[in-house]
């Protein structure tokens, strides 16, 4: 079972994710972790990436679809996996499609999650940050026990640049003018399942699992 997790940031695809992660016992990959994992073990490709990483620039589609072949390879995606940040771009789903296509292999779901912008912009404003430890809370919809204060370390609590409503904004153009149209893209290949990301998280992913069967 091999999913592409797709919606606006902020749209809940990366909590929807790790809650199939679970229940079919199958990694959750983003690329932020890929990086991480690959610079932390100085492999040739994490190197790499951490030249162009340091210089603030983007990383290029061949060293990121290198290190998600890699990982996709690795013994617990056997039973499949579910990619999350990745693809941003149309050509980084046609890298992925001809990659996979070699092993004879195919994505099965692209799960788009669907959220209106304005309700984004709203969610993420309440969103807090231990910088700390790195715990997230949300002052509406999981608030810490003690407003402003981490729950696990007891540091203070902030709402990170990334949250902030005029970012989100500038994110969610980029989103739309970049990743939106891997929308049509998975549609055409006809495993592309639409949800409504603006129910209950229960909801949504009950919705999902009926989409990917029990």
């Known amino acids: 079972m091999k999913i592409v997790m797709l919606g606006a940031p902020g749209a809940g695809k990366g909590t929807q994710a790790d809650k199939i992660a679970e229940k079919y016992n199958i990694p959750h990959i983003s690329t932020g972790d890929i990086f991480r994992s690959n610079i932390k073990a100085g492999t040739e490709l994490g190197k790499k990436a951490k030249s162009f990483i340091d210089q603030g620039l983007l990383v290029p589609d061949e060293v990121t679809i290198g290190m998600l072949l890699d990982r996709i390879h690795e013994a617990d995606c056997e039973n499949g996996y579910i990619l999350d940040g990745f693809p941003r ?126």
Do not use: W
């Open 89 to 214: 771009t149309i050509p980084q789903a046609e890298s992925l499609t001809a990659a996979l296509k070699e092993n004879g292999e195919a994505i099965d779901f692209a799960l788009d999650v669907e959220v209106p912008d304005a309700n984004i912009v709203n969610r993420m404003a309440g969103r807090r940050a231990c910088l700390k430890c790195g715990a997230t809370y949300h002052t509406e919809f999981a608030a810490p026990k003690k407003e402003g204060i981490c729950d696990k370390c007891g540091s203070e609590l902030v709402l990170r640049d990334d949250d902030k409503p005029e970012t989100v904004q500038k994110r969610l153009e980029v989103y739309h003018e970049q990743t939106h149209p891997l929308i049509d893209y998975y549609k055409k290949k006809g495993v592309l399942h639409a949800i409504d990301g603006t129910l209950s998280m229960e909801t949504v992913f009950k919705n999902i699992v009926d989409i990917l069967g029990a």
